[in-house]
C-alpha cells in the first residue's frame, strides 16, 4: 500500500509549488544586486577614495583575518543546519540541513510578503517527510530562538557600554537623539511580537489563537480570520509537541542560536582587523562593533527592501564610523554584504529551481500512484 495520505489534494499541492518557484524567478534576485549596487555606486561616488584602496596591504595578516571572517560564515551555517538536524529528530541528515539552510536564507531574502521566508521553510522541510506537526513546530521554534537572541543581547550590551553602543555620538542618556528613540520603538515591537509568540508556544497556545481571533473582529482585521484561525492551530500542534520535551531538550538549539548569530556579526570585526592597519584589539572596542552590528540589525529588519538591499550598505559605516574611516568602511561594506547576503542569494539560484523541480516531478509521481491504487478518486 502507499504511504501517502490519500486527503492530500496533490493538484493543489503542485499548484502551490509551482507559485513558489515563480516567486524565485530571477527578477527577484536582480532587484536586491540592483539596489546593493546602486548603494554602492552612490557612496563611492561621494565618498571613495583610492588611495585608502591602495593602502591596504595583501599580506598574511590581511589574508588570515579575511579567512576567520569566512570560517566565521561557514561556522554560522554550521550551527543552523546542526540546530535543524537536532529539531527535526535526525530525520534529515546533517549535509541536507546545510542545503535547507541556504534555500531558508534565499527565501527569507527574496520571496515576497505574500509567501515569506517562513512559509517557504514550511514547503521544504514537509518534502524531507519531516511531517507537518514538526515542521510547523520547527519553524515556530527557530523563529522564537532567533527572536529572543535579540531581545537578551541588546539590553545586555546596553548595560555594560551604554548609549555608545547605539552610534558613536550617543555618549549619555541625554546625548540620545532620534535614532536611540528609533531603536527603542522597534525594540518594543520586537518584543511585543515575541514575549506573545512564547507565550503561545510555551503557555497557554489556546488563549494565544483566542486573542488572534479576537482581533480579527476589528473591521481592518476580518480579511485575516482565516489566517489567524490556521496560525492559532499551528501554534497549539506545536506547543504540544514541544510540552513532551524535556527541559534539556532546549538547551542545544539556544546555544547553537547563539553560536549561529554570534559568528554572523563576528564576521565585520574580523572584517575590520584584517583590513584597518590602526584597529584596537582591546576586548572593549571589539565588543562595541560587536554590539553596534546589534543595533543596525534592528533597524535592517524593518527596511522596506529585500533583505535591507541598500539600506545596510549606506548606514553601515554611520554605526561603526570612529573605527573606520569613510572611504574603508564602503570596502568592507562591500565585503561584508557579500558574506553575509548576497553569497545566498547566488547559491540559493544555484541549490532551489533543481530542488523545487524535483518536488513537482515527486508530487507528480505520489498523484499517478495515489490515482492507480483508488480509480474511484477523482
Same mark, same amino acid.
Given at each position: 500500500m502507499s504511504d501517502q495520505d490519500p486527503n492530500i489534494d496533490y493538484d493543489k499541492e503542485e499548484e502551490r509549488t509551482r507559485s513558489i518557484l515563480k516567486s524565485f524567478r530571477s527578477s527577484k534576485i536582480v532587484w536586491p544586486i540592483a539596489i546593493g549596487l546602486l548603494a554602492m555606486i552612490f557612496m563611492f561616488s561621494y565618498g571613495f577614495d583610492r588611495e585608502a584602496l591602495k593602502a591596504i596591504q595583501w599580506n598574511p595578516h590581511t589574508m588570515i583575518w579575511l579567512f576567520l571572517a569566512v570560517l566565521m560564515l561557514v561556522a554560522r551555517d554550521t550551527a543552523y543546519a546542526f540546530r535543524l538536524h537536532y529539531l527535526a529528530g535526525d530525520k534529515i541528515s546533517f549535509w541536507r540541513c546545510v542545503k535547507l539552510i541556504i534555500i531558508w536564507e534565499f527565501s527569507s531574502a527574496v520571496a515576497p510578503t505574500s509567501i515569506g521566508g517562513s512559509a517557504v521553510a514550511v514547503v521544504f522541510l514537509s518534502n524531507e517527510k519531516l511531517g507537518t506537526p514538526r515542521t510547523l513546530a520547527t519553524i515556530i521554534y527557530t523563529v522564537i530562538l532567533d527572536k529572543f537572541f535579540f531581545l537578551i543581547s541588546i539590553p545586555i550590551f546596553f548595560l555594560i557600554i551604554g548609549p555608545n553602543v547605539i552610534q558613536p555620538s550617543y555618549t549619555t542618556l541625554d546625548s540620545i537623539g532620534k535614532v536611540g528613540l528609533s531603536l527603542a520603538f522597534f525594540y518594543a515591537i520586537n518584543l511585543a511580537y515575541g514575549l506573545f509568540f512564547a507565550y503561545g508556544l510555551f503557555f497557554n497556545p489556546n488563549q494565544f489563537k483566542k486573542i488572534l481571533v479576537f482581533f480579527t473582529k476589528l473591521p481592518l482585521l476580518k480579511r485575516f480570520r482565516a489566517r489567524a484561525e490556521k496560525l492559532g492551530d499551528e501554534m497549539i500542534t506545536s506547543a504540544n509537541i514541544l510540552a513532551q520535551k524535556e527541559w534539556q531538550f532546549h538547551i542545544r538549539p539556544v546555544v547553537l542560536t547563539w553560536i549561529a548569530w554570534a559568528a554572523r556579526f563576528i564576521i565585520v570585526n574580523f572584517l575590520?582587523? %584584517?583590513?584597518?592597519?590602526?584597529?584596537?584589539?582591546?576586548?572593549?572596542?571589539?565588543?562595541?562593533?560587536?554590539?553596534?552590528?546589534?543595533?543596525?540589525?534592528?533597524?535592517?529588519?524593518?527596511? &522596506?527592501?529585500?533583505?535591507? %538591499?541598500?539600506? %545596510?550598505?549606506?548606514?553601515?559605516?554611520?554605526?561603526?564610523?570612529?573605527?573606520?574611516?569613510?572611504?574603508?568602511?564602503?570596502?568592507?561594506?562591500?565585503?561584508?554584504?557579500?558574506?553575509?547576503?548576497?553569497?545566498?542569494?547566488?547559491?540559493?539560484?544555484?541549490?532551489?529551481? &533543481?530542488?523545487? %523541480?524535483?518536488?513537482?516531478?515527486?508530487?507528480?509521481?505520489?498523484?499517478?500512484?495515489?490515482?492507480?491504487?483508488? &480509480?474511484?478518486?477523482?
Amino acid at each position: 500500500m502507499s504511504d501517502q495520505d490519500p486527503n492530500i489534494d496533490y493538484d493543489k499541492e503542485e499548484e502551490r509549488t509551482r507559485s513558489i518557484l515563480k516567486s524565485f524567478r530571477s527578477s527577484k534576485i536582480v532587484w536586491p544586486i540592483a539596489i546593493g549596487l546602486l548603494a554602492m555606486i552612490f557612496m563611492f561616488s561621494y565618498g571613495f577614495d583610492r588611495e585608502a584602496l591602495k593602502a591596504i596591504q595583501w599580506n598574511p595578516h590581511t589574508m588570515i583575518w579575511l579567512f576567520l571572517a569566512v570560517l566565521m560564515l561557514v561556522a554560522r551555517d554550521t550551527a543552523y543546519a546542526f540546530r535543524l538536524h537536532y529539531l527535526a529528530g535526525d530525520k534529515i541528515s546533517f549535509w541536507r540541513c546545510v542545503k535547507l539552510i541556504i534555500i531558508w536564507e534565499f527565501s527569507s531574502a527574496v520571496a515576497p510578503t505574500s509567501i515569506g521566508g517562513s512559509a517557504v521553510a514550511v514547503v521544504f522541510l514537509s518534502n524531507e517527510k519531516l511531517g507537518t506537526p514538526r515542521t510547523l513546530a520547527t519553524i515556530i521554534y527557530t523563529v522564537i530562538l532567533d527572536k529572543f537572541f535579540f531581545l537578551i543581547s541588546i539590553p545586555i550590551f546596553f548595560l555594560i557600554i551604554g548609549p555608545n553602543v547605539i552610534q558613536p555620538s550617543y555618549t549619555t542618556l541625554d546625548s540620545i537623539g532620534k535614532v536611540g528613540l528609533s531603536l527603542a520603538f522597534f525594540y518594543a515591537i520586537n518584543l511585543a511580537y515575541g514575549l506573545f509568540f512564547a507565550y503561545g508556544l510555551f503557555f497557554n497556545p489556546n488563549q494565544f489563537k483566542k486573542i488572534l481571533v479576537f482581533f480579527t473582529k476589528l473591521p481592518l482585521l476580518k480579511r485575516f480570520r482565516a489566517r489567524a484561525e490556521k496560525l492559532g492551530d499551528e501554534m497549539i500542534t506545536s506547543a504540544n509537541i514541544l510540552a513532551q520535551k524535556e527541559w534539556q531538550f532546549h538547551i542545544r538549539p539556544v546555544v547553537l542560536t547563539w553560536i549561529a548569530w554570534a559568528a554572523r556579526f563576528i564576521i565585520v570585526n574580523f572584517l575590520i582587523i %584584517a583590513l584597518i592597519d590602526n584597529i584596537s584589539f582591546h576586548p572593549w572596542d571589539q565588543l562595541k562593533i560587536f554590539g553596534r552590528q546589534l543595533v543596525m540589525f534592528v533597524f535592517m529588519m524593518f527596511s &522596506p527592501t529585500p533583505g535591507a %538591499a541598500g539600506f %545596510a550598505e549606506v548606514f553601515f559605516g554611520n554605526f561603526i564610523g570612529d573605527y573606520i574611516p569613510q572611504s574603508a568602511a564602503l570596502i568592507i561594506a562591500l565585503i561584508w554584504r557579500f558574506l553575509t547576503y548576497y553569497v545566498y542569494l547566488i547559491a540559493g539560484a544555484i541549490v532551489i529551481p &533543481p530542488w523545487l %523541480a524535483g518536488i513537482i516531478k515527486q508530487k507528480r509521481e505520489d498523484r499517478t500512484r495515489l490515482r492507480a491504487e483508488n &480509480p474511484e478518486q477523482k
